[in-house]
């Protein structure tokens, strides 16, 4: 079975999730208000399109143990950890070191915790685009990522977590992450350079991270984590119009899912979604084009935010899953 599931909800079921004993996190989509008391609580400050508020709500299949270690909140329970991180710029030009410094204390806390393995983590800061001293925030950002995964990694390219990096309109650095006791597989996309392989024009270290990463939970249960995926082919951005950029971006999902259905008994299908757009758009029309292409119509979470790169309007994150009969 699989040892926890991804829900979005409403925020009005948020007090009744937090009551679960189950509860592994809930993050909810806003600015952020009173400060945050409960270790599984966390707030990415960006805005939901379409006049929802939904919170992603992460439920264990057994009951969690909870606390905070290195500064990092998390819950787990036998087999997998959840850890969320936040830290403040104490500088305009601090974000790499902060960053290696977010990292190393995932990485510390989840070791100490007996999870090794990162599958998973999601990074979110602000004024991604902006030059600060003659680099781009999230250059300066890859470079100190780049800097922690190579002293914690001793197989840097082939064990990197999936990942994604977004930009927020709140001050802070936050990351959240999954772990887990085993690791997963790297599972790279044909259609794309590896990230990790970006020439130098991308910055002074490229990103470090995986496209996904296939998890077996025993030998009939799978889940693959799907990186921040854009319209990219090679290293290259590709187009300038909207519903040309998501339909590149959905041919790199497919092209991600038939590769790491090479590895399995029985294809993965999309479980959940989550869309990152630079603008408020028309998400009728963008949900139709994704489940046709996807042949399938997952729970979809569209969030209006800042993409890595700034030609970029749309990126595509999410879970697929499989399971043998």
Known sequence: MFPFQVVYRDETQAARALDDERLLALIRFRKPAAPLIDPRSGVIPLPELGGSSTVEVWLSAQPVRVGVTHGVSHAGNDTVLFLQCRLDEYAPDALQPLTAMAYRRLFAA????????????????????????????????????????????????????????IGTDEPGLRLYALA??????????????????????YGPRSPSFSRAVLK?????????????TASIVGHASQHVDLMAQLDETLFNLRALLAQANRLMPEPLRPALLKVYCR????????????????????????????????????EIEGLAVGSAS
């Open 279 to 314: 603008s408020d758009l028309d998400l009728a029309a963008l949900r139709q084009r994704i489940a046709q292409a996807l042949d399938a119509d997952p729970p979809t979470l569209f969030l209006q935010a800042d993409i890595c790169r700034r030609e970029l309007l749309i």
């Open 110 to 165: 989840a070791r100490e915790l007996g999870y090794p393995h990162l599958l998973r983590v999601w990074n979110y800061f602000p004024a991604i685009n902006r030059e600060c001293g003659g680099l781009e925030r999230y250059r300066a950002f890859c470079a100190g990522r780049h800097q922690a995964l190579v002293a914690e990694l001793t197989e840097f390219e082939t064990h990197l977590p999936a990942a994604c990096a």
């Open 180 to 201: 887990g006791r085993t690791a997963g597989i790297q599972i790279e996309n044909p259609r794309q350079t590896s990230a990790f392989h970006y020439p130098r024009q």
């Open 216 to 228: 077996a939970w025993g030998e009939r249960h799978h889940h693959l984590y799907i990186s921040g």
